[in-house]
Nanobody, 124 residues
């Protein structure tokens, strides 16, 4: 069992930055690949960034490539999403999730545990 607790998020203006954090319970954090998903109103949940369990490999959706950075600290059981140059289209509820695998998966169905979600709103 893994519990994921998210922090960060909020309301910002276009061009601003935000940092989302996700803290995991348990002693097997390094066994899980991690992902950050988002769900915008009327849209499907999508993977925006993911990181392998070692932290050596990262994935980014094309819509956030170059603006978002995912990182993890296996010693502290945390994963972070740094979001820069935010756009109104980044507005969504963001979720961290983990899956018991070496690498990142794109499908939400491949992730076992989920954080509680946090709202990010970017005004124009």
């Amino acid at each position: 069992q893994v519990q994921l607790v998210q922090s960060g998020g909020g309301l910002v203006q276009a061009g601003d930055s935000l940092r989302l954090s996700c803290a995991a319970s348990g002693r097997t954090f390094s066994s899980y690949a991690m992902g950050w998903f988002r769900r915008a109103p009327g849209k499907e949940r999508e993977l925006v960034a993911g990181i392998s369990r070692s932290g050596d490999n990262a994935y980014y959706a094309s819509s956030v490539q170059g603006r978002f950075t995912i990182s993890r600290d296996n010693a502290k059981n945390t994963v972070t999403l740094q979001m820069n140059s935010l756009k109104p289209e980044d507005t969504a509820v963001y979720y961290c999730a983990c899956r018991l695998s070496t690498g990142v998966g794109v499908s939400p169905q491949s992730y076992t545990y989920w954080g509680q979600g946090t709202q990010v709103t970017v005004s124009s």
